[in-house]
Nanobody, 127 residues
Framework: QVQLVESGGGLVQAGDSLRLSCAASGRRFSRYAMGWFRQAPGKEREFVAAIGWSGASTYYADSVKGRFTISRDYAKNTVYLQMNSLKPEDTAVYYC????????????????????WGQGTQVTVSS
C-alpha cells in the first residue's frame, strides 16, 4: 500500500513557475513507477509526465514537453514536477500516481495503469 500527498499548487501568472511535490509513504517506494496527471473542469484526466523507478526513464505529454520536468528523490520518498513557462491552459487539478513496476525503466501514461492516487493539488494560471 502506498499513500500519496501532493503539495505546491497555487495561483500564478502566465510565464511563472511552480514546483509540485508528491510525498509517498509505504513500502518499496523505490520500486514504483510514478506519474503526474491533470484534470481541468469538464475534461477527462490526462497524462502529464512519468518516471520509472530507476529515475533514468522519463516521458512527457507533448503539451508540456520542454516546459515541465519530472524527478524523484529516493531519500525523501518524493516525486517532483517542475513546471516552467506556465500557460492558462495548464490550469487543472494535478494528481500524483504510483504503480508497482518490475522493470526499472518502465513508465506508464494512462490512468488505468496506476494503482495509487493522491488527492490532487490545484494549479491556476492567470493570463
Amino acid at each position: 500500500q502506498v499513500q500519496l500527498v501532493e503539495s505546491g499548487g497555487g495561483l500564478v501568472q502566465a510565464g511563472d513557475s511552480l514546483r509540485l511535490s508528491c510525498a509517498a509513504s509505504g513500502r518499496r517506494f523505490s520500486r514504483y513507477a510514478m506519474g503526474w496527471f491533470r484534470q481541468a473542469p469538464g475534461k477527462e484526466r490526462e497524462f502529464v509526465a512519468a518516471i520509472g523507478w530507476s529515475g533514468a526513464s522519463t516521458y512527457y505529454a507533448d503539451s508540456v514537453k520542454g516546459r515541465f520536468t519530472i524527478s524523484r528523490d529516493y531519500a525523501k520518498n518524493t516525486v517532483y514536477l517542475q513546471m516552467n513557462s506556465l500557460k492558462p491552459e495548464d490550469t487543472a487539478v494535478y494528481y500524483c500516481a504510483a504503480k508497482s513496476a518490475y522493470s526499472s525503466g518502465a513508465y506508464y501514461s494512462t490512468v488505468d495503469d496506476y494503482d495509487y492516487w493522491g488527492q490532487g493539488t490545484q494549479v491556476t494560471v492567470s493570463s
